[in-house]
């Protein structure tokens, strides 16, 4: 979740998202049934049940059937470009979704 605070007051398009790789991120592999979804939310923190935390319907803004990953370390920043882009409306908190099918990391260790 990114607090409106943090984006400003105007509204505008969101066309792309990047997310750090963490230090046990695998350096390659498919990522398969990539998707990424944003929304809005009016919480100012996070509830236990993820579903419960968008103020309405969250937006898929990629779909990646099969995705490959390589080359990636840690702390390296990976980008996404997003197949629809998402209008954040310039008040409510910004709230993103990952997620994707494969192997599991270890328990405490699985980052992107």
């Known amino acids: 979740m990114v607090e409106a605070a943090e984006l400003g007051s105007e ?3 969101v066309t792309a998202v990047s ?8 350096g390659q592999g498919p990522y398969n049934d990539l998707s990424i979804t944003m929304g809005h939310t009016e919480l100012k923190s996070l509830t236990e049940t993820f579903d419960d ?3 309405s319907s969250g937006v898929e803004v990629l ?10 370390v840690a702390d390296q920043w990976i980008t996404f470009e997003l197949d629809t882009p998402f209008e954040w409306n310039g008040t409510s908190n910004l709230l993103f979704e990952l997620t994707w099918s494969g192997p599991s990391a270890p328990s405490g260790q699985g980052s992107i």
């Open 63 to 72: 779909y990646e059937p099969s995705y490959m990953l390589s080359g990636v």
């Open 11 to 13: 509204p505008f398009s």
């Open 53 to 55: 935390n968008w103020s």
């Open 19 to 26: 997310f750090n790789a963490g230090p046990f991120s695998d």
